[in-house]
């Protein structure tokens, strides 16, 4: 399988990025005829690994902070360094499948740690398995794949120059660069290290995880009467995503942020010293509640109801886009061929799965999810064939629906509303059971199986249009890119849902103080009110709604500022501290000397994407040594109690100096080095 490779021409072509003239072809990097290994046995177990690593790493920076990692350049860095172990480099088209096997990490990681927690979060744990919350991810990536695949002309080659994709064109150009694989492998390797140490500090409690204004003294007065906090978390993991996020998104993210903790959390309460009942039935008075309890209580709801209305709003915009591709889609499939013409088949650099096979596929798995959910999930409700059949239709109709949605979104920005869209299944799938008379714990839990395939369907189709445009320039067979993320989808699946249990058993997805777990609180909280109590707050959904529009009229992403309006922020301030620094270092060339900025904002995607592997590893690390403790009553991780005033101060001190490590670290390239 690894016979020496026909030596590939250098870089893209010329007319990569551009529109095509008239009559004009796009050829690959590596021709249809050029005969370059591309599924070895090499390019299996590296890109397999990948998937292992970043799947645990990946699951737990989102169940940490709600914000994922695109894995694909830190997994491209990586396959080009490891290249250089064997006795010949690595092929152009190998390390595309490495790519595309190990980014299926964030693809289940997606639809995993989204929704599947809110499980536990609800206690309704007894209803589920570990098989349950493997294999619902599973499908709903498979899904993914087969509805992308009819798109996957109109997107890579009809959009030709017309779609910016930036992840595919950072990742692609790291590849195209691989001579230098060695040397930045080296970079991404000892920022591992470094974050990895600064976190596992951190997990010791060497300093306080989070600097909070509540542990400043002179500040008491905002923070105990005003009820006005600000916190900032120091762990090396989430200051490397804010690099990569950039100034204008994080400065979203933190917008909404600051409009929950000083503005709507300080209205509630400042009105509660004029109220004499709660608010909602079952709550507490408003004037004795904390700052944390009215975030929880009251502007987190109003978050939620914002991130509904981004979402909504997104596919709204999205429609004609819908459109175009479902023609596209079956004009493909119905296309009538003359039957005494000979079949030619496609250029292998257009071959996909068959739609034959993709069909079958669709149907076996309409199957599979129809039998378990009404033979495992609802066997003792009214009328089980008919609510499992509406379910199994929902999950189609919405996922094929949201599919194109969420691929453009990518194609676009690199940013796909796979939160709100997700939110919006769950209302639309909890308004359609009710009205079928499935309520409670079976009601709940159907309502986030339905909500885990499409969420985890809807992951897959943005990651898979960068893996597809990425092939496209460069060569690679679409159906060598669909079948292996189907395989690597069934590994990143076993290992997100050991990380899921894992963390059950050692913090608990109650405790948000430990695992914020944004997304997963959110479908909790929306199944609970709607399933459970009967008492859904419309009323501050509506005002988040509300919010959403405005924000959108401004010319803002509602989206962003919705999210950080939700996410604690102790998990928002740190990004754009992150960011700043991206921002700094990208100009720190000058004007006369651009290219040296790119070339020092270049290295330092590379520290940070080293800092928040390390640092989130760490963290499975920390959390599976702990439940080693829990088992088996020996004391392994040391705590050094550092959390008073003084650690407060001594986190803020030393994450401001990890931050200045990315400044210095990055300002040591060179243009061309």
């Known amino acids: 399988m690894d016979e020496q490779p026909t030596k590939p021409p250098a870089g893209l072509p010329e007319n990569a990025f551009r529109e095509l003239k008239d009559g004009e072809k796009y050829v690959p990097t590596i021709p249809d005829e050029k005969g370059v290994p591309e599924v070895t046995r090499r390019s299996i177990v590296i890109g397999l690994g990948m998937a292992v690593f970043f799947s645990a790493a990946v699951a737990y920076l989102t169940l940490k902070l709600g914000q994922g990692l695109e894995a694909a350049i830190p997994i491209a860095i990586l396959a080009i360094g490891f290249s250089q172990l064997f006795r010949r480099k690595s092929t152009l088209l190998e390390n595309v499948n490495i790519v595309v096997l190990g980014a299926t990490s964030g693809i289940i990681v997606g639809g995993s740690v989204f929704v599947m927690p809110a499980i536990y979060i609800l206690g309704i744990e007894e209803h589920s398995s570990f098989f349950q919350i493997f294999v619902v991810p599973?499908?709903?990536?498979?899904?993914?794949?087969?509805?992308?695949?009819?798109?996957?002309?109109?997107?890579?080659?009809?959009?030709?120059?017309?779609?910016?994709?930036?992840?595919?064109?950072?990742?692609?150009?790291?590849?195209?660069?691989?001579?230098?694989?060695?040397?930045?492998?080296?970079?991404?390797?000892?920022?591992?290290?470094?974050?990895?140490?600064?976190?596992?500090?951190?997990?010791?409690?060497?300093?306080?995880?989070?600097?909070?204004?509540?542990?400043?003294?002179?500040?008491?007065?905002?923070?105990?009467?005003?009820?006005?906090?600000?916190?900032?978390?120091?762990?090396?993991?989430?200051?490397?995503?804010?690099?990569?996020?950039?100034?204008?998104?994080?400065?979203?993210?933190?917008?909404?942020?600051?409009?929950?903790?000083?503005?709507?959390?300080?209205?509630?309460?400042?009105?509660?010293?004029?109220?004499?009942?709660?608010?909602?039935?079952?709550?507490?008075?408003?004037?004795?509640?904390?700052?944390?309890?009215?975030?929880?209580?009251?502007?987190r709801k109003i978050g939620i109801g914002a991130i509904f209305a981004a979402g909504i709003i997104s596919i709204i915009r999205m429609l004609p886009i819908i459109g175009q591709a479902f023609g596209k889609a079956f004009g493909e499939m119905f296309r009538k061929r003359d039957p005494g013409a000979a079949q030619v088949e496609a250029p292998r650099v257009d071959r996909d799965i068959s739609m034959k096979t993709v069909v079958l596929m669709m149907l076996g798995i309409a199957a599979i999810l129809w039998f378990y959910i009404r033979f495992s999930v609802l066997p003792d409700v009214g009328s089980p064939n008919a609510v499992t059949t509406v379910s199994v239709v929902m999950i189609y109709l919405v996922s094929f629906l949201f599919a194109a949605v969420s691929a453009w979104a990518i194609a676009m920005i690199s940013v796909t509303p796979i939160s709100g869209m997700t939110l919006t299944t769950l209302l639309l799938?909890?308004?359609?059971?009710?009205?079928?008379?499935?309520?409670?714990?079976?009601?709940?839990?159907?309502?986030?199986?339905?909500?885990?395939?499409?969420?985890?369907?809807?992951?897959?189709?943005?990651?898979?249009?960068?893996?597809?445009?990425?092939?496209?320039?460069?060569?690679?067979?679409?159906?060598?890119?669909?079948?292996?993320?189907?395989?690597?989808?069934?590994?990143?699946?076993?290992?997100?849902?050991?990380?899921?249990?894992?963390?059950?058993?050692?913090?608990?997805?109650?405790?948000?103080?430990?695992?914020?777990?944004?997304?997963?609180?959110?479908?909790?909280?929306?199944?609970?009110?709607?399933?459970?109590?009967?008492?859904?707050?419309?009323?501050?959904?509506?005002?988040?709604?509300?919010?959403?529009?405005?924000?959108?009229?401004?010319?803002?992403?509602?989206?962003?500022?919705?999210?950080?309006?939700?996410?604690?922020?102790?998990?928002?301030?740190?990004?754009?501290?992150?960011?700043?620094?991206?921002?700094?270092?990208?100009?720190?060339?000058?004007?006369?000397?651009?290219?040296?900025?790119?070339?020092?904002?270049?290295?330092?995607?590379?520290?940070?994407?080293?800092?928040?592997?390390?640092?989130?590893?760490?963290?499975?690390?920390?959390?599976?040594?702990?439940?080693?403790?829990?088992?088996?009553?020996?004391?392994v991780v040391p705590d050094l109690g550092n959390v008073g005033p003084f650690g407060n101060w001594l986190g803020l001190g030393t994450f401001v100096a990890l931050c200045g490590y990315m400044y210095w670290d990055s300002r040591r390239a060179k243009v061309g080095g």
Not at 263 to 272: E, M, Q, R, T
Not at 282 to 297: E, H, K, R, T, Y
Not at 583 to 598: D, I, R, W
Request: charged residues 10%.
């Open 429 to 635: 799938s909890a308004i359609v059971l009710t009205r079928l008379g499935l309520k409670g714990e079976l009601g709940m839990l159907a309502m986030l199986l339905i909500g885990g395939v499409v969420c985890t369907a809807l992951s897959m189709t943005g990651s898979l249009v960068t893996q597809f445009k990425m092939g496209y320039w460069l060569g690679s067979t679409p159906r060598i890119i669909q079948w292996g993320n189907i395989l690597a989808s069934i590994v990143s699946a076993v290992v997100v849902t050991a990380v899921i249990l894992l963390f059950d058993q050692v913090y608990g997805f109650e405790n948000r103080d430990l695992l914020p777990a944004p997304q997963p609180n959110a479908m909790a909280e929306v199944a609970r009110s709607v399933m459970q109590s009967a008492n859904v707050p419309w009323f501050l959904y509506g005002i988040g709604a509300a919010i959403a529009v405005l924000i959108e009229m401004l010319g803002v992403s509602a989206l962003a500022v919705a999210l950080g309006m939700y996410i604690p922020i102790e998990y928002n301030s740190p990004i754009i501290c992150g960011a700043l620094v991206a921002h700094f270092v990208k100009k720190s060339g000058g004007k006369a000397n651009e290219k040296l900025g790119q070339a020092r904002y270049d290295r330092g995607l590379l520290v940070s994407s080293g800092l928040i592997a390390g640092g989130a590893m760490v963290g499975v690390l920390a959390a599976l040594l702990r439940w080693l403790e829990a088992q088996t009553g020996a004391h």
């Open 138 to 299: 599973l499908l709903g990536a498979v899904l993914g794949v087969l509805f992308l695949i009819p798109f996957r002309r109109y997107f890579v080659a009809q959009m030709h120059g017309k779609l910016p994709f930036p992840e595919a064109t950072a990742t692609t150009e790291v590849l195209v660069a691989g001579e230098k694989g060695g040397s930045q492998a080296m970079v991404l390797v000892q920022s591992m290290i470094i974050g990895g140490v600064y976190d596992a500090l951190v997990a010791v409690r060497a300093w306080a995880e989070n600097f909070t204004t509540e542990a400043v003294g002179f500040l008491s007065p905002l923070t105990h009467k005003v009820k006005a906090v600000f916190a900032l978390n120091t762990t090396a993991a989430i200051a490397g995503l804010g690099y990569l996020i950039g100034v204008r998104y994080a400065a979203m993210i933190l917008a909404g942020s600051l409009l929950s903790c000083f503005v709507i959390v300080p209205i509630f309460a400042h009105l509660g010293q004029f109220m004499v009942v709660p608010i909602q039935p079952g709550d507490p008075l408003l004037a004795c509640q904390s700052a944390v309890d009215i975030f929880d209580n009251y502007a």
